[in-house]
C-alpha cells in the first residue's frame, strides 16, 4: 500500500463514525437513547449538510418526525425513502417534473412495513429521473466534485453523510451496489422478488429490485429480516435473534473473471487483491474462475427486457409529456418499440433459464466476488458511473451486496461486491460477515 493510501485510510478512520442502524435499535431498547433525540440530531444533521449534499427532495418536519414514534423493532429510526416509492404523506416524485404535485393515496407496502414496526420517514431522498441514468442534484458525501453514483443517489449519500442509518433504494442494473461502493457503505440487492416492489414506480418488471443502504452488515440483515415478504413482526429481542450471521464453516469464494475487467481502476484491482489476501488468512478459500460465456450473453440480453417493458411503461409519457422526459428515457422506451414480442419473450425465458442454472456454480462455492464498480466515483455530477459489474447480478436476480474496502489516493471509497444464490440471501450475508471482519483486520 502506498504512502498516500495509509494516509486516506487514516483519515478515513479519523472521521466520527455515526451511530448505524441495530446500536441505534439496541441503544433505544435499552433506554439508552431516547428516539426523539436521533430525530433531532438526523434533522439537525440534515439541516447542516444538506445545502450542499442534497440528498433529499423533501423532508417530513422535526415536529411530524417525533409525533411518527411509535414502538415496535424499528422504533424512533429514521429511513430515507427513494423517490419512486409511493408516501402518503411525502410527495413521489420520481425524479420528475411531470410528477412534481404527485401525492400518493397510499403508501407502498414497504412503506407502510416499516412504520408498522416503528419506523419513522425521514424524508424521500434523490434518485436519478424514473431511476435511470439522468442525474439530480446530489453530491458525493466524500468529495463534492464527485458522483453518489445513481440513481439510489440521495439514500447512499444520506447513509453515507450519517444522516439516516437505513435508506430504501432500487436496483435496475446497478442502482444499489454502485452508489454504495461510490459512497462507501453497505448495499445490499436482495434476491429478485424477495422486497415487494408495489408502490414503486417501474423501469423494468423483470429486473427491478428494492434494497437497502445501511453502515455495517448487521444492519443490513436486521432490515433485511424485518422488511422482506414474510419478515418478523416481533420487537422481542429482535437484533439478537433476527441477526445469527455466523458461518459453520470458512467460506469457498469464487473471484470471477468478468469481460469487463479491464475497466477496473489499478486502486480497484489492487482492493480485490487486498480483500482475497485478507479473506484467505482469514481462513476462505478464494479460486479465480471463469462463468460460462452464456451469462454475459444473456447479460447482453438484458436492454432488450429493460427497453421493451419501458416502452410500455412510459407510453403515456412519450403521448402525453414528451417535452419534458430526459433524453435518456425518451431513448430506453424507443428503442424499446423496436423489439419484437418474440425477441422480449426468447430474452426473458434465457434469463429464467441461466436464473436456474446459476445454482450449479454454487454446488462448489458460497459466493461470488467481484468489483462493485470501475474504481472510485467519477470526478462528474453528469454521469453516474458505469455499472457492468453490477449486471449480472441484477440479471440473473441474485442477492449481492457491497462492502466498504479502502480508500482511493484521492479520500474517496473503494469497494468490493459478492454475490449468492438465488433465494438464499441469508447464505451471502452470512459471507459478507465473515468478509466485513476479514477485511477490517
Known amino acids: ?21 441495530t446500536a441505534a435499535v439496541r441503544q433505544i431498547g435499552a433506554n439508552q437513547l431516547d428516539p426523539k433525540n436521533l430525530l433531532k440530531q438526523s434533522f ?37 425513502i427513494k423517490d419512486i416509492i409511493n408516501t402518503q404523506d411525502l410527495p413521489t416524485t420520481n425524479g420528475s417534473v411531470i410528477y412534481a404535485n404527485h401525492h400518493p393515496s397510499q403508501d407502498a407496502p414497504i412503506v407502510q412495513k416499516i412504520r408498522s414496526l416503528g419506523g ?36 447512499a449519500a444520506a447513509v453515507a453523510a450519517g444522516i439516516v442509518p437505513l435508506a430504501l433504494g432500487t436496483q435496475t442494473v446497478g442502482s444499489v ?31 427491478d429490485h428494492i434494497g437497502f443502504f445501511t453502515r455495517s452488515v448487521d444492519d443490513v440483515a436486521y432490515a433485511y429480516q424485518l422488511l422482506k415478504e414474510g419478515g418478523a413482526e416481533t420487537s422481542a429481542d429482535t437484533v439478537t435473534t433476527l441477526i445469527n450471521l455466523q458461518l459453520e464453516h470458512a467460506p469457498k ?111 462448489d462455492f458460497d459466493a461470488l466476488l467481484t468489483a462493485p464498480a470501475t474504481g472510485e466515483a467519477p470526478n462528474d455530477l453528469t454521469w453516474t458511473g ?24 484521492n479520500g474517496l471509497p473503494l469497494g468490493i461486491q459478492l454475490m449468492g444464490n438465488y433465494k438464499e440471501d441469508e447464505a451471502l450475508l452470512k459471507v459478507a460477515k465473515f468478509a466485513e471482519q476479514s477485511l477490517s483486520s
Open 1 to 21: 500500500m502506498s504512502e498516500q493510501h495509509k494516509q486516506a485510510e487514516k483519515q478515513h478512520e479519523k472521521q466520527d463514525r455515526p451511530i448505524g442502524l
Open 44 to 80: 439537525e444533521l440534515a439541516n447542516q449538510l444538506e445545502p450542499k449534499l442534497k440528498a433529499f427532495v423533501s423532508r417530513n418536519s422535526l415536529e411530524d418526525l417525533i409525533k411518527a414514534v411509535t414502538p415496535g423493532p424499528l422504533s424512533g429510526i429514521p429511513v430515507g
Open 120 to 155: 419513522v420517514i425521514f424524508g424521500k431522498t434523490v434518485t436519478t429521473q424514473f431511476a435511470w441514468k439522468t442525474p439530480g442534484p446530489t453530491v458525493n458525501p466524500w468529495n463534492s466534485a464527485h458522483t453518489p453514483g445513481g440513481s439510489s443517489s440521495g439514500s
Open 253 to 363: 469464494i469464487a473471484l470471477i473473471k468478468t469481460p469487463f475487467d479491464h475497466l477496473m481502476s489499478a486502486e480497484q484491482q489492487q482492493t480485490i487483491q487486498l480483500a482475497v489476501q485478507k479473506l484467505e488468512h482469514a481462513g476462505a478459500s478464494v479460486k479465480t474462475i471463469e462463468l460460462s460465456a452464456q451469462y454475459w450473453d444473456g447479460v447482453n440480453q438484458m436492454p432488450t427486457i429493460m427497453s421493451y417493458e419501458a416502452a410500455q411503461i412510459h407510453r403515456e409519457h412519450l403521448e402525453k409529456h414528451q417535452a419534458l422526459l430526459c433524453e435518456n428515457i425518451k431513448e430506453l422506451a424507443t428503442k424499446g418499440a423496436e423489439y419484437t414480442q418474440a425477441q422480449y419473450d426468447a430474452a426473458l425465458a434465457q434469463q429464467a433459464k441461466l436464473r436456474k442454472s446459476v445454482s450449479e456454480v454454487f454446488k
Open 177 to 207: 451496489v454502485r452508489p454504495a461502493a461510490f459512497c462507501g457503505v453497505v448495499g445490499f440487492k436482495p434476491s429478485f422478488g424477495a422486497i415487494s416492489k408495489e408502490g414503486a414506480h417501474p423501469l423494468s418488471y423483470s429486473l
Open 386 to 409: 458505469d455499472p457492468s459489474f453490477c449486471a449480472l447480478g441484477s440479471y440473473l436476480g441474485i442477492p449481492a451486496i457491497n462492502l466498504p474496502a479502502g480508500m482511493s489516493v
